[in-house]
């Protein structure tokens, strides 16, 4: 049921199903409709038109019923179609996988085959193999899937050279398993969705390439009918009579349209990546649906500030509460932490300033983002594209894969600057050069002519926060840009960023899950669970002092040295599902502290000074 959902979300795959569908059900109906035997000829009522009586479609140039020719024909030409799509599929496959898994001497031999198949053009190399074999629809479809082995053995080849040196596949070499029973066990269930994708979107055209045989004489013979051979007996009265090419060219363009239309829907519902329901193209901005506008504000001391905002995902019929009013501010040199598990709410909330959270199926429901004062959610997209990277910019967690991979670092810095401002290219070299400098990147001149994979990954986020700086904006948002760096490089990181927003006066949103992070470099910090702020206040009192419990568990949970054996704390349970949040403080089912007060009512964000917490239990509360 979740294929066919995710199948028919796509309306022209869903339109291209429910076609073929019907078509199929016609054919499986042959030998029960009342129609006419197909090869009975009757001269008198030769060329009958659409309609007349007893000739639903009319009759050809033997007087032969064409509705029943064409549900024969149809069932003939789909049948070969689809029987030479699974044997190219099968041997195509088969030596792929044979040929990417061994590699070597049988990669070569193999491969350079498959090459010498498809140095002929595939229409002569089909003829070819007809003419050696004889005219027939057998021989056509034999001659249909060899010419179309070399595609599925390039497509299947490809994918298996890349898994073959997968870590799986070595264990499974190291357990003892024979190449037999690797290659069908370990390699085949990986490419099986490829190979059913490439089957989809290749039937179609098997069956015009066996339409086109037939309509040269070299398929189907006389007297037996498929749809190509019924185009090629009604070339000589195309003018006279059109009907008679009409009827099987429509069937022919309906069967190859729905299988072509089926065949996009089929990849992308297999695809894994698609399975959340964006089976779209995410649009450049997200998506904005405010039911709720707050009225607007005067003070402009913040150059960031956030109210009230919330982010949904709606999938299907399921509406995730990703960032359920959250409000926050920083200010021009300061640096705000926002801290938190996996799933709380971060990510998505730094993704919603600049509208860059993917829609579908994402979608701003509410609240307000203002920059210096000025509401930007729903701002003109020209003016929102000219803000990200000029005035709010973003370094991500991992370097790799936000670089392009086939780019060197001096282009990369290069665009980033003239995207924004018209300057020449020896101008934005020279910028270029400059920001690696300011980022201490040794040799600077050298590395700007090399592609990201040459640098390390400490180099490469160096480069990240070169291109976040190269348009001097306001807002710097990190998103945990030092998770998969190891310590010593995570302290350069740091230091570097905290060296950069002092002498630039820049503002960071630091994202993170580490309380350690948090104290050596932000002034105020914000906990996030559940989508929504739980706590927030300076660094120092929410460190010494925590009041909400999850904040105390995550402080307990960071290891300290010099200090004597601790005991780690680890927070019991997993953080909720935003799409089914329970009654009450989201918190309450892993809370030690929590009473049955917690778990009925939606606990507000108290404010006591520069300090707020969401619990009405707080710790060092002696009440």
């Known amino acids: ?224 009918a498929d749809l190509g051979s019924m185009l090629g007996e009604a070339r000589s009265a195309l003018i006279t009579n059109p009907h008679t090419s009409v009827v099987p060219g429509v069937m022919i363009f309906l069967i190859v349209m729905s299988i072509n239309l089926l065949g996009d829907g089929v990849r992308d519902a297999l695809d894994p990546r698609l399975r959340s329901g964006a089976l779209s193209r995410p649009l450049p901005r997200t998506i904005v649906k405010r039911l709720d506008k707050p009225a607007p504000r005067i003070d402009t001391s913040d150059v960031l500030r956030l109210e009230a905002l919330k982010t949904e995902f709606h999938v299907g019929k399921r509406t995730y509460h990703a960032v359920n009013h959250v409000s926050l501010r920083v200010r021009p040199g300061e640096c705000l932490g926002i801290i938190g598990e996996s799933g709380s709410g971060k990510s998505v909330t730094a993704l919603s300033v600049m509208g860059l959270v993917a829609s579908p199926p994402g979608v701003i429901t509410g609240g307000a983002v203002r920059y210096r004062g000025q509401d930007i959610i729903d701002a003109p997209y020209g003016d929102l594209r000219q803000m990200r990277g000029e005035n709010v910019a973003y370094i991500f967690q991992d370097p790799l894969a936000t670089l392009h991979p086939l780019y060197k670092i001096g282009k990369q810095l290069r665009e980033a600057i003239q995207v924004h401002h018209k300057v020449s290219d020896a101008e934005a070299e020279k910028r270029a050069l400059d920001l690696m400098r300011q980022v201490r990147i040794p040799n600077p001149a050298n590395r700007l002519d090399v592609y990201p994979h040459e640098m390390s990954g400490g180099m490469r986020q160096r480069v990240s926060i070169a291109m976040a700086l190269a348009n001097e904006p306001d807002v710097i948002i990190a998103d945990e840009p030092t998770t998969a760096l190891d310590v010593t490089v995570q302290a350069q990181i740091l230091s570097l960023l905290d060296q950069l927003r002092r002498e630039r006066d820049v503002a960071i949103i630091f994202i993170t899950h580490d309380f350690g992070v948090v104290a050596q470099l932000c002034d105020r910090v914000t906990v996030m669970y559940g989508g929504r702020i739980v706590e927030e206040g300076t660094t120092g009192d929410v460190l010494d002092a925590p009041r909400h419990p999850y904040t105390k568990r995550l402080i307990d949970c960071v290891p300290e040295l010099g200090g004597g054996k601790r005991e780690l704390a680890a927070i019991p349970g997993l953080p909720p599902a935003v799409d089914d949040l329970p009654p009450g403080c989201a918190f309450a089912p892993r809370c030690d502290k929590a009473r049955d007060e917690c778990k009925q009512h939606d606990v507000a964000l108290r404010e006591d000074g520069d300090r707020a917490f969401r619990c009405l239990f707080p710790e060092g509360d002696t009440a």
Do not use: C
């Not at 031999?109 to 002929?120: C, G, V």
């Open 1 to 224: 049921m979740t294929f066919l959902r995710l199948l028919f979300r796509n309306r022209l795959a869903g339109f291209g199903a429910i076609v073929l569908a019907l078509i199929l059900l016609l054919v499986l109906l042959v030998p029960v409709l009342p129609l006419q035997a197909p090869d009975v000829t009757n001269t008198a009522n030769r060329f009958q038109p659409v309609f007349s009586d007893g000739h639903l479609l009319g009759t050809d140039h033997l007087g032969r019923d064409l509705l029943s020719r064409l549900l024969h024909g149809t069932r003939l030409s789909l049948a070969v179609g689809f029987a030479a799509a699974l044997i190219a599929a099968s041997i195509g496959s088969a030596i792929g996988i044979t040929a990417g898994y061994f590699g070597g001497t049988t990669d070569n031999i193999f491969m350079r085959t498959i090459d010498m198949l498809m140095a002929f053009p595939y229409i002569l190399l089909a003829l070819a193999i007809v003419a050696a074999l004889g005219p027939g629809l057998v021989n056509a479809l034999i001659a249909v899937a060899v010419v179309n082995i070399p595609f599925f053995a390039r497509n299947i080849r490809g994918i298996t050279v890349g898994l073959a040196s997968r870590e799986f596949v070595d264990a499974a070499r190291l357990a003892g398993m024979g190449h037999f029973k690797i290659i069908t066990r370990e390699l085949l269930p990986n490419v099986l969705p490829v190979i059913v994708i490439a089957m989809s979107t290749t039937i179609g055209w098997m069956i015009l390439e066996t339409a086109g045989l037939s309509f040269l004489g070299l398929g189907s013979q006389p007297p037996q």
